[in-house]
T-cell receptor, first 113, second 114 residues
Framework: GENVEQHPSTLSVQEGDSAVIKCTYS??????FPWYKQELGKRPQLIID?????GEKKDQRIAVTLNKTAKHFSLHITETQPEDSAVYFC????????????FGTGTQLKVEL | GAGVSQSPSNKVTEKGKDVELRCDPI?????LYWYRQSLGQGLEFLIY????????KSGLPSDRFSAERTGGSVSTLTIQRTQQEDSAVYLC???FGQGSYGYTFGSGTRLTVV
């Protein structure tokens, strides 16, 4: 069945450093990969997404890369700031899995001063 | 509305009681999803509605859980004979519909079964 693995489960970086979170997926037919940020006690919010017809997408300090051959995608945050501290979830849209997103298990990012 | 609205925001109930959680999706969004998030855990899929199609119930953990969506808009998730392990945040999300679109989540209902 559909499966999304996410690593690491926790990540601690110094302010100003970069953070990278990686996900792998199982269904080669997946075509849409969003990332969500969830601050403590709040709802998950979409921060960036990528479709299978592109390999990279950037939005200010955030970028996502996709390697379809290897079936993995990554979130890159540069110049991290304390407000980047949150749980980040990757997800993949499985067309053969009922047209819904399957989420990774989340990464707790802590940006230390 | 401007966003996905869920009510109540918090619910404390006694073990064995039934509860109903409500979700009002974004106007025009034909797809509606329910997920469950236990403390410090990921997002567990429960059920998915798309237009007038039969819902995908493959994530419901037991027959105590059910959901309906009336008129293609508002949805209610019902948990019968609640158990302590049902305690979690129940998140509703909506999207434009069949196809690969991002979800917009509601703020969730925090359910505590005592």
């Amino acid at each position: 069945g559909e499966n999304v693995e996410q690593h690491p489960s926790t990540l601690s970086v110094q302010e100003g450093d970069s953070a990278v979170i990686k996900c792998t997926y199982s269904d080669s037919a997946s075509n849409y990969f969003p990332w969500y940020k969830q601050e403590l006690g709040k709802r998950p919010q979409l921060i960036i997404d990528i479709r299978s017809n592109v390999g990279e997408k950037k939005d200010q300090r955030i970028a996502v890369t996709l390697n379809k051959t290897a079936k993995h995608f990554s979130l890159h945050i540069t110049e991290t700031q304390p407000e980047d501290s949150a749980v980040y979830f990757c997800a993949a849209f499985f067309t053969g899995g009922g047209n819904k997103l399957t989420f990774g298990t989340g990464t707790q990012l802590k940006v230390e001063l | 509305g401007a966003g996905v609205s869920q009510s109540p925001s918090n619910k404390v109930t006694e073990k064995g009681k039934d509860v109903e959680l409500r979700c009002d999706p974004i106007s025009g969004h034909t797809a509606l999803y329910w997920y469950r998030q236990s403390l410090g855990q990921g997002l567990e899929f429960l059920i998915y509605f798309q237009g007038n199609s039969a819902p995908d119930k493959s994530g419901l953990p037991s027959d105590r859980f059910s959901a309906e969506r009336t008129g293609g808009s508002v949805s209610t998730l019902t948990i019968q004979r609640t158990q302590q392990e049902d305690s979690a945040v129940y998140l509703c999300a909506s999207s434009f519909g069949q196809g690969s679109y991002g979800y917009t989540f509601g703020s969730g209902t925090r359910l505590t079964v005592v």
